[in-house]
């Protein structure tokens, strides 16, 4: 298994500022996910870290919006550019290892936008 | 577009009864994975299924992936307030690399 954190676990931000948000695991991964939830709600995947190349973006975000790096194998960033009330929201990141179908995430971030 | 449908969204039990949860798709599963989330925290894997026709039993869950890998059941046995929480399934189709959440059932049980 593996375990993830996350920080911060929460903040308060103001319209038109970023937050950057981290994402750390415990071990060595292949592959890390970027996550959004609205409270109560299922996740939508926002992108994929690659570790040595550029994140890869589902429909609907894009990077100069949500620019992911992943400079090793254990830890990744979120930063969530010019925010709006819009983008309040639970982030979350989880890892996998090669192979194994499983999938750990870590606390998520809550995040709200004034 | 690849949905995951789960159903029922909401359900309220009393403590002691059973209860099922589906989650269906019109495509082809590699594997299928099922979480429990609580509020505040991350999805906390529960069971990966991979095989059709496939059974898993954690505790007084029981979890089956249809033949055509194409859906997915959890029971729940004599439910306790314990099991309350968010569930949800997630699946990887074949080909691709990312998972999929489903819409998500979300469980109370009363004491």
Same mark, same amino acid.
């Given at each position: 298994?593996?375990?993830?954190?996350?920080?911060?676990?929460?903040? $308060?931000?103001?319209?038109?500022? =970023?937050?950057?948000? /981290?994402?750390?695991?415990?071990? /060595?991964?292949?592959?890390? !996910?970027?996550?959004?939830?609205?409270?109560?709600?299922?996740?939508?995947?926002?992108?994929?870290?690659?570790?040595? =190349?550029?994140?890869?973006?589902?429909?609907? !975000?894009?990077?100069?919006? !949500?620019?992911?790096?992943?400079?090793?194998?254990?830890? =990744?960033?979120?930063?969530? %550019?010019?925010?709006?009330?819009?983008? %309040? %929201? $639970?982030?979350?990141?989880?890892?996998?290892?090669?192979?194994?179908?499983? /999938?750990? !995430?870590?606390?998520?971030?809550?995040?709200?936008?004034? | 577009?690849?949905?995951?449908?789960?159903? *029922?969204?909401?359900?309220?039990?009393?403590?002691?009864?059973?209860?099922? #949860?589906?989650?269906?798709?019109?495509?082809?599963?590699?594997?299928?994975?099922?979480?429990?989330?609580? *509020?505040?925290?991350?999805?906390?894997?529960? #069971?990966? #299924? #991979?095989?059709?026709?496939?059974?898993?039993? +954690?505790?007084? +869950?029981?979890?089956?992936?249809?033949?055509?890998?194409?859906?997915?059941?959890?029971?729940?046995?004599?439910?306790?307030?314990?099991?309350?929480?968010?569930? +949800?399934?997630?699946?990887?189709?074949?080909?691709?690399?990312?998972?999929?959440?489903?819409?998500?059932?979300? +469980?109370?049980?009363?004491?």
């Amino acid at each position: 298994s593996a375990v993830i954190s996350q920080k911060p676990s929460r903040d $308060i931000c103001q319209r038109g500022t =970023s937050l950057t948000i /981290q994402c750390q695991v415990d071990s /060595q991964v292949t592959m890390m !996910f970027w996550y959004r939830q609205q409270p109560g709600q299922s996740l939508t995947l926002i992108a994929t870290a690659n570790q040595g =190349s550029e994140a890869t973006y589902e429909s609907g !975000f894009v990077i100069d919006k !949500f620019p992911i790096s992943r400079p090793n194998l254990t830890f =990744s960033t979120l930063t969530v %550019s010019n925010m709006s009330p819009e983008d %309040s %929201s $639970i982030y979350l990141c989880s890892a996998e290892t090669g192979g194994t179908d499983t /999938q750990y !995430f870590g606390p998520g971030t809550r995040l709200t936008v004034l | 577009t690849q949905l995951l449908e789960q159903s *029922p969204q909401f359900l309220s039990i009393q403590e002691g009864e059973n209860l099922t #949860v589906y989650c269906n798709s019109s495509s082809v599963f590699s594997s299928l994975q099922w979480y429990r989330q609580e *509020p505040g925290e991350g999805p906390v894997l529960l #069971v990966t #299924v #991979v095989t059709g026709g496939e059974v898993k039993k +954690l505790k007084r +869950l029981t979890f089956q992936f249809g033949d055509a890998r194409k859906d997915s059941s959890l029971h729940i046995t004599a439910a306790q307030p314990g099991d309350t929480g968010l569930y +949800l399934c997630a699946g990887r189709f074949s080909g691709t690399y990312k998972y999929i959440f489903g819409t998500g059932t979300r +469980l109370k049980v009363l004491a």
